[in-house]
């Protein structure tokens, strides 16, 4: 069985492959009546539009999406709403090679080992040219969710941290890093460009801060919002790791300062957990990192077996991110809109 839908109450499917004709996604669940347009939804790819700068992938896709269905007169009917994203840049010769051999760190083997063949053209559907599809739907999830506010930013490149103390969140959109902080994103720029000229990648470490969210989201057991949050973004291409609040730091944390400690109001003087207790939101913050590897389609010479088993090397041609983190910003904060929009229909289906 192929799961390609995410969600409980609000559901959303993507479909469409990195060289095909289109990618989009269906979107299920959406409340009637509320406004939506193209112009709601293109904002949000555009954050995430490849091409952007030299740092990311120079695949030329305009990504401007069409809605096919789910509205009329400009809001939504409470019908499925369908999105489509054109492509309009492959280049599958860049990948003959990839059709005889596997690219370590890559799903080309594995897809094969389950499927027997495999769609070798950017990878087809492990592409993270998917991710798109996810940030268009996220944008009718933010209409659910008004009274919240979703930030990411990288925190982390090439094992190179920001400096906590120096983060200003204005500085993000002043550079093509995503970075908070203008000192850290100068050394990145230099990082990535050694790496490229290198003919290799650098992974790292996305922060996604949500502010806004009322306490009683979520569920005691099988539809925590933490465990919800962490299979979201795990869910996001070359996503290796994820943290809520302070996560493995608290395991070297004693009780007593792990421990939120709370005052009348009610109020936190701190937020280890990231603003989620026992699978609920406290009504603090929900603080989520998740950990990129380094891109795995690369210029340097790597080991691999052809498909009929034989030792070789593979060199990855082609149009890819140095680092698949900066972009992957955006498609943090759109599985944090959905998860979250579906929580709010669930709260409010249990509890009214």
Known sequence: MSFNTFGRLLRFTTWGESHGPAIGAIVDGCPPGLALSEADIQPWLDKRRPGASRFTTQRREADQVRILSGTFE??????????????????????SDVAKAYRPGHADYTYDAKY???????????????????VAASAVARLIIPEVKIRAYLVEL??????????????????????????????WEAALDAARKAGSSLGAVVECVTDGVPAGWGAPVYAKLDSELAAAM???????GVEI????????LRGEENADAMRAGPTFLSNHAGGILGGISSGQPVVVRVAF??????????????????????????????CVGIRAVPVVEAMMALVLADQKLLHRGQCG
């Open 116 to 134: 027997g063949f495999r769609d070798w053209r950017g990878g087809g559907r492990s592409s993270a040219r998917e991710t798109a599809a996810r």
């Open 245 to 252: 609040g302070d996560g493995f730091a608290a395991a070297r």
């Open 293 to 322: 590897k380094p891109t795995s389609s690369i210029l340097t010479p790597v080991p691999t077996i052809s498909r009929d088993g034989a030792e070789t090397e593979i060199v990855t041609k082609g149009r890819h991110d140095p």
């Open 74 to 95: 400009g809001r939504t009917t409470g019908t499925p709403i369908s999105l489509l994203i054109d492509n309009q840049d492959q280049r599958s010769k860049d990948y």
């Open 234 to 240: 795990m869910s996001i291409n070359a996503a290796k």
């Open 158 to 187: 090439g094992g190179d941290p920001v400096d906590r103390n120096r983060i200003d969140l204005d500085a993000i959109d002043a550079n093509a890093l995503n970075c908070p902080d203008t000192a850290a994103a100068e050394r």
